[in-house]
């Protein structure tokens, strides 16, 4: 061949290419999938080789919070292949067809009685787990067994979106309403930090609870100590419970405070408690309600609670038949306002939920309110708006201020569980 058809050979197009999915790498084949639909994925098994990948896209990340019913197939599933239930990575299960009160009992297998213990004992490589439709699996002596399957497992995350304290349950009340003993004996707070000293490799724990008593969280307080969250990263939990974890989780990056009534002595405590947390902490969620007068009124004080805060998320509950609320502008003004003691800050999220969205120009932010936050905070990247809309900020050089917000786009939320569960037996839903 001469050296015309050499390089005429060299720049042909190759011939044995990748053509279809049978020749993309496991690994793309996986992020396919993870785009699919749970419906669509199954139309990918043609063959051995791409079940086998189906199979490990389906069941790595399974979230099923809704669907009780949909959870006991899927526990049946573990006992009928074993291989499948080791493939699980993240479990988000719901449990409530356990207690013959919310569930009609007629419909759970004898296989899975009296609690799917064993089929979900199957799945021993979780490391990200949810637990919906079980309150009492933490303190309960007849959830022993549970427990002790839950603590052999290796979690890096784990979600625990309701506790039924005991303290309250057995609080004895007069008609008057004055509470006058309690008589249970134990103590779910400590039994909270054996859950935490059983999982050394948690990084990610979400308490988004609002019934822990404050004889709970002081017994927390009182007992948590740094050698039993030793890897913990991000915390989601009630303020006077966020506050057994601050002044002993040195690798805390991610809080995030749930709804309270905020005033001078709970910040006063978190004040006091933030002391460790002011060094480590760069993500920071608050949630409000819209008539939280001292919040709103303290803004920069809280936000000051932990001044390296590089992203800040306002979550605003204005959830009220009230149609005389203040709209999604007012309270984005106070904390554009406010946000200029985070000089670190790079990312601001601000939601807004309202039980009328309909109404005009309740969501809407003016564009200087926007370059007011940029102004505030220098290193601001980006913001998304009570509407879920991305802005970026555009350097120009004919704007005073030299810079305007661009928007980037709508956000839009995915939801991969599925929509509804199953139908129950008979065509009647509990």
């Known amino acids: 061949m001469n050296k015309l058809g050499l390089e005429q050979a060299a720049y042909r197009p190759a011939q044995s290419q990748i053509t279809t999915i049978l020749d993309l790498p496991n690994e793309l084949v996986l992020r396919v999938i993870s785009l699919l639909s749970t419906v669509s994925v199954p139309n990918l098994m043609v063959n051995r080789a791409l079940r086998s990948v189906c199979e490990q896209g389906l069941y790595q990340s399974i979230s099923l919070p809704q669907c009780p019913r949909r959870s006991i197939l899927l526990l049946e599933t573990f006992l009928i292949r074993p291989d499948l239930a080791l493939l699980v990575r993240h479990l988000d299960i719901n449990l409530r067809w356990r207690d013959p009160g919310q569930f009609p009992q007629d419909e759970v297998p004898s296989v899975l009685q009296p609690d799917g213990l064993y089929a979900l004992c199957l799945a021993k490589n979780i490391r990200s787990l949810r637990l919906v439709g079980v309150a009492d699996w933490i303190w309960e002596p007849k959830m022993a067994k549970f427990r002790?399957?839950?603590f052999k497992l290796k979690l890096t995350r784990l979600q625990v979106p309701h506790i039924r304290d005991p303290h309250t349950e057995y609080a004895c009340v007069w008609p008057g309403g004055s509470i006058i003993q309690d008589s249970w004996d134990g103590d779910l707070g400590?039994?909270?930090?054996?859950?935490?000293?059983?999982?050394?490799?948690?990084?990610?724990?979400?308490?988004?609870?609002?019934?822990?008593?404050?004889?709970?969280?002081?017994?927390?307080?009182?007992?948590?100590?740094?050698?039993?969250?030793?890897?913990?990263?991000?915390?989601?939990?009630?303020?006077?419970?966020?506050?057994?974890?601050?002044?002993?989780?040195?690798?805390?990056?991610?809080?995030?405070?749930?709804?309270?009534?905020?005033?001078?002595?709970?910040?006063?405590?978190?004040?006091?408690?933030?002391?460790l947390a002011k060094l480590s902490v760069r993500c920071?969620?608050?949630?409000?309600?819209?008539?939280?007068?001292?919040?709103?009124?303290?803004?920069?004080?809280?936000?000051?609670?932990?001044?390296?805060?590089?992203?800040?998320?306002?979550?605003?509950?204005?959830?009220?038949?009230?149609?005389?609320?203040?709209?999604?502008?007012?309270?984005?003004?106070?904390?554009?306002?406010?946000?200029?003691?985070?000089?670190?800050?790079?990312?601001?999220?601000?939601?807004?939920?309202?039980?009328?969205?309909?109404?005009?120009?309740?969501?809407?932010?003016?564009?200087?309110?926007?370059?007011?936050?940029?102004?505030?905070?220098?290193?601001?990247?980006?913001?998304?708006?009570?509407?879920?809309?991305?802005?970026?900020?555009?350097?120009?050089?004919?704007?005073?201020?030299?810079?305007?917000?661009?928007?980037?786009?709508?956000?839009?939320?995915?939801?991969?569980?599925?929509?509804?569960?199953?139908?129950?037996?008979?065509?009647?839903?509990?």
């Open 190 to 275: 400590d039994d909270i930090r054996k859950l935490l000293q059983a999982q050394p490799l948690l990084e990610e724990f979400n308490l988004s609870t609002m019934s822990i008593t404050y004889k709970t969280s002081g017994s927390l307080r009182d007992r948590l100590e740094a050698s039993d969250i030793p890897c913990l990263k991000s915390l989601q939990a009630a303020p006077y419970v966020a506050m057994a974890f601050l002044p002993v989780a040195g690798r805390l990056e991610s809080l995030d405070l749930l709804i309270e009534d905020w005033d001078d002595g709970l910040f006063s405590d978190l004040e006091a408690k933030s002391t």
């Open 148 to 150: 002790e399957a839950i």
């Open 284 to 430: 920071f969620t608050l949630r409000a309600e819209y008539d939280d007068e001292w919040f709103w009124n303290n803004l920069a004080k809280v936000f000051a609670l932990l001044p390296k805060t590089e992203e800040l998320s306002i979550a605003i509950d204005s959830l009220t038949s009230n149609r005389n609320v203040e709209p999604a502008k007012y309270f984005f003004e106070k904390v554009s306002n406010d946000i200029q003691i985070l000089p670190s800050l790079r990312h601001l999220t601000v939601t807004f939920e309202t039980l009328y969205p309909e109404t005009p120009k309740i969501f809407e932010v003016g564009m200087e309110t926007l370059l007011e936050c940029k102004l505030s905070c220098p290193m601001l990247e980006t913001v998304v708006d009570p509407e879920m809309r991305l802005w970026i900020f555009r350097l120009d050089h004919q704007s005073s201020r030299g810079f305007v917000p661009q928007l980037i786009g709508p956000l839009t939320a995915w939801h991969p569980e599925p929509a509804k569960d199953l139908p129950a037996l008979g065509g009647v839903d509990s």
